[in-house]
């Protein structure tokens, strides 16, 4: 067919050779070895402290039960988590050493300056109004086609396959589901065939063509879109059960009553959940803050559509100043503190009801 | 539903009785409009994505689909292209094959690593009364809302060459996913190992089971269904992860996610490999979620609604 597979076909597949082959088998060896011996420790240990005899066994069973889960947050989340703050206050400066010119990295406080630039800089700032418009976008759109379509086929024939449509992009990664939208629905050509979907259907319409990712500002309510696909599935799945928990007589009551389904949905259905639509928009909003995948994917933040998700992995990882992407991810966790202290408070509120 | 009362008839066994005719008046004809078009706007583009994966290159940029498909030209070549040939901006780049077994190694083992760790600590938070279990679950519990990038710089620094030195490799890879899911895997653990009916617990403790022996012998066996929940949730998040694998991996790590993503962004001339691509790191997501869906939406409503 094209030119380049035809290429491709007469040189033998150069990149799966043995030494391909030998580097798989070895992989999943390491994987395999990997998952048995992790068991066969775990077991062990257990088994030992099992092997202890009088008062002191229930104990030491206990810290072999809850050491491992101790150590890794302790050592993988809490103290990095503390060091980001640290490191947030300070800057990076490289020297070579005066004797052995050897570079060496010192690391002095600064302050507030890594905010202040944040807040300052139009690039960086830029990325933080565009978080915001994220999370309230978001939540709000994937909730309400949620409560929407959970709401319109509850109980209704094939109630289970409908669900699962809808369902479905949760099982797709963020990466596959930029390229679903990226280059099948948004896809643009100056002239020509529109070989995007959308376009092609707003042509029809004698609209458009529309450059969806460049088109600004609202590429990014585009970009918040496909986030939004995503999460309406989750965000239904847990509405739904919540309705299915509504007593029934309760609206056959109202029915009977004289209230109308809209009366209905807004005086009762609305009102008995909203402890759900609480819980699914928080998780949503957490969830928003943490993904860069989408931007990453198609516009690598161009055209004024950069996150701050994606802004900290681009400065941290790839243009080495570990200190602003410090304070970039400090500033995504302020934005989640007060979900925090509301979800410990309503935790606390069940344990105390129990 | 289980036992309506007499005045109320019994809805799935007359589904013609009035009640019934009531309910079914709640979908308006607005309402299943609705229904139907949301239905399909969820649908049809990953429909499109599996449509153009068999568009001929040459024709990618020209034209659509479905004058591809009108026209007779599709082919499943693109499939095989990208997973034996080469995946990237030229024919020499790697093929996909290679990021598919990475991320078959990066998921396999991040699956069981957090959920053996986390049944151990959720049995001692559930069931074994200590000082400050409580504050600790408390603690575990507020871990889960932390963005991971919070944690990302410093960990790299612990795993990389100036610390342990195993960042770059699968086992830097595996440790870094087994931590981010340690708080989702104690909390929905937990949830469900709670409310184990505890005379079960209480009774084995009377006739001197230890906890080693309860946990293996009355938890595991009835925590099976928390176990499938959770272990479909870790593999779809991991397979589908994309920054964990960035910044931890390498380009002898980097699973499935990591070439596509930087393909998809380059928008040249060989673009038209980018949905073949996409499509098959969805195969196996979507076949499980698909066969186990069940106990994927029973995990969710444990772990959300409780909170």
């Given at each position: 067919m094209s030119g380049i597979h035809e290429a491709a076909a007469l040189v033998p597949q150069s990149g799966l050779d043995g030494e391909f082959w030998s580097t798989q088998g070895s992989n999943l060896l390491l994987a395999a070895i990997s998952i048995v011996a992790f068991i066969a420790v775990v077991a062990l240990v257990m088994f030992g402290a099992d092997l202890v005899r009088g008062r002191i066994r229930d104990k030491v069973q206990l810290v072999v039960l809850i050491t491992p889960v101790l150590v890794l947050l302790g050592i993988g989340l809490v103290y990095p988590v503390i060091d980001t703050v640290w490191l947030s206050f300070t800057e990076i400066v490289k020297e070579p050493d005066p004797v052995t010119g050897i570079n060496t990295e010192t690391s002095n406080f600064v302050g507030l300056q890594n905010y202040i630039y944040a807040f300052t800089d139009p690039t960086v700032f830029r990325t933080i109004l565009n978080t915001l418009v994220w999370i309230v976008l978001v939540p709000l759109l994937s909730t309400g086609v949620g409560l929407a379509y959970a709401v319109f086929i509850?109980?209704?024939?094939?109630e289970k396959a409908l669900k699962s449509l809808v369902f479905m992009?949760?099982?797709?990664?963020f990466v596959g589901a930029s390229v679903i939208w990226g280059s099948i629905m948004y896809d643009y050509n100056e002239?020509?065939?529109?070989?995007?979907m959308l376009n092609a259907v707003l042509g029809t319409f004698g609209i458009g063509p529309i450059n969806f990712l460049a088109e600004e500002p609202w590429n990014t309510f585009f970009l918040i879109v496909i986030l939004s696909w995503i999460q309406t599935g989750f965000a239904m799945v847990i509405i739904s059960a919540a309705i299915k928990g509504v007593p029934p007589e309760i609206n056959e009551a109202a029915s009977l009553d004289g209230a109308n389904s809209w009366q209905r949905f807004w005086r009762i259905t609305v009102p008995s959940i909203r402890g759900t639509l609480v819980v699914v928009m928080t998780t949503i909003t957490i969830a928003t803050l943490k993904v860069y995948d989408i931007v990453r994917t198609l516009t690598q933040g161009r055209y004024n559509t950069d996150v701050v998700a994606n802004k900290m992995y681009v400065l941290s990882f790839v243009e080495q100043r570990q200190p602003l992407g410090a304070a970039l991810a400090v500033i995504l966790f302020i934005f989640v503190i007060p979900i925090v202290i509301y979800n410990v408070r309503s935790l606390q509120k069940v344990k105390e009801t129990r | 539903m289980a036992t309506p009362a007499p005045a109320i008839p019994d809805e799935t066994k007359q589904p013609k009785s009035k009640a019934a005719k009531a309910k079914e008046n709640l979908t308006s004809p607005w309402a299943t409009g609705a229904a139907i078009i949301i239905a399909a706007l969820w649908t049809i583009p990953t429909i499109g994505l599996f449509m153009t994966s068999l568009v001929p290159g040459d024709q990618y940029r020209t034209e659509a689909w479905w004058d591809v498909l009108l026209s007779g030209d599709m082919t499943f070549e693109n499939f095989g292209y990208v997973l034996f040939n080469s995946f990237g901006d030229s024919s020499s780049a790697d093929p996909l094959l290679g990021n598919l077994m990475n991320s078959i190694v990066v998921t396999v083992p991040t699956v069981v690593f957090p959920l053996v760790i986390g049944l151990m600590a959720a049995y001692a938070f559930a069931w074994i009364p200590f000082k400050g279990s409580n504050f600790l679950f408390v603690f575990i519990f507020a871990l889960?809302?932390?963005?991971i990038q919070l944690a990302l710089i410093p960990l790299l620094r612990l795993l990389g060459p100036n610390g342990?030195?195993?960042?770059?490799?699968f086992p830097g890879v595996w440790l870094a996913h087994t931590i981010f899911a340690m708080p989702l895997a104690v909390f929905l653990l937990h949830n469900f190992i709670a409310q184990i009916p505890s005379d079960i617990i209480e009774a084995a403790r009377v006739d001197g089971a230890s906890h080693t022996q309860i946990f293996f012998r009355v938890i595991i066996p009835l925590s099976l269904p928390a176990i499938a929940s959770l272990a479909i949730f870790q593999f779809l998040w991991v397979w589908n992860d994309l920054l964990v694998s960035a910044v931890f991996g390498s380009i002898n790590t980097y699973p499935l996610t990591y070439p596509i993503s930087n393909l998809a962004g380059s928008?040249?001339?060989?673009?038209?490999?980018v949905p073949p691509a996409a499509f098959i790191s969805m195969i196996i997501p979507l076949i499980v979620f698909f066969s186990l869906q069940r106990y994927f939406v029973r995990g969710l409503l444990a772990g959300s609604t409780k909170g």
């Open positions: 509850d109980r209704a024939k094939g992009p949760m099982a797709i990664s002239t020509g065939a529109q070989t995007g | 889960q809302v932390v963005p342990v030195g195993i960042a770059g490799e928008y040249g001339a060989t673009a038209y490999l």
